[in-house]
């Protein structure tokens, strides 16, 4: 796994200084975790954490260089703008790059176009996989190959291979995808292709 370097500034902690920050184009973040005591508050440059998270570095682990002390981090929560978007706040995890930890990774799918080509319709039940490893193993993506899956079939957990010194948490028997069948004519609902027949009015009988 790419290690990604990221420098941040010692703050205080506080709302009022977690504005100033943001308006000094910095983010406010707090880095806790392994050999972290309690929660540091430090700031990183808006521009550079945009930067690592274009190039996947939410997912990847991170040398966060604070004055002298660098901590191996990965990225636990970001907070955003609920208008524009853009993170206000992160929380940074301190990890050891000796003890295994819990992650959630993201499920590439490949073969869908020849799926869609064979008529199949690819539904998805997973998209992403919880796992267990060490940081320095934990992988960007699980990659499903779907391309030789007929009608009908499906990709369950168990037919993932996962990297070396990685361990899938996830039960064996869950269900990544299926490829279902379009639904053919007959399985339309019979009220958009038959009209109600209208009620017989009899005549009424003439009164004696």
């Known amino acids: 796994m790419e290690t990604i370097m990221l420098k941040a500034e010692a703050r205080e902690a506080g709302k009022g200084e977690a504005h100033r920050a943001r308006h000094e184009g910095m983010v ?15 700031s990183v440059a808006g521009k550079e954490l945009l930067r690592l998270m274009q190039t996947g ?10 004055g002298s002390k660098k901590h191996r981090v990965m990225i636990k929560e970001i907070q955003r703008d609920a208008v524009k978007g853009q993170p206000i706040h992160v929380d940074f995890y301190a ?9 959630t990774v993201p499920l590439v799918v490949h073969g ?20 267990e490893c060490l940081p320095a193993d934990l992988p960007d993506a699980l ?3 779907i391309a030789g899956i007929g009608l009908g079939g499906h990709v369950s957990v168990g037919d993932l291979t996962a990297p070396k010194g990685v361990k899938i948490l996830n039960d064996a028997s869950e269900v990544i995808l299926s490829i279902d069948r379009p639904r053919s004519e007959a399985e339309a609902p019979a009220a958009a292709e038959t009209k ?13």
């Open 143 to 145: 990659e499903v190959n």
């Open 112 to 131: 869908a176009e020849a799926v869609s080509k064979a008529g199949g319709i690819v539904e998805h039940q997973l998209h992403e996989i919880e796992v």
């Open 28 to 42: 406010p973040a707090v880095v806790y975790g392994h050999g972290v005591k309690g929660a540091k508050a430090v």
């Open 57 to 66: 570095g939410a997912r990847h682990l991170v040398e966060l260089t604070v």
């Open 95 to 103: 990890v050891s790059l000796k003890e295994k930890l819990h992650a």
């Open 196 to 208: 109600a027949e209208p009620d017989l009015v009899k005549p009424k009988k003439e009164e004696e």
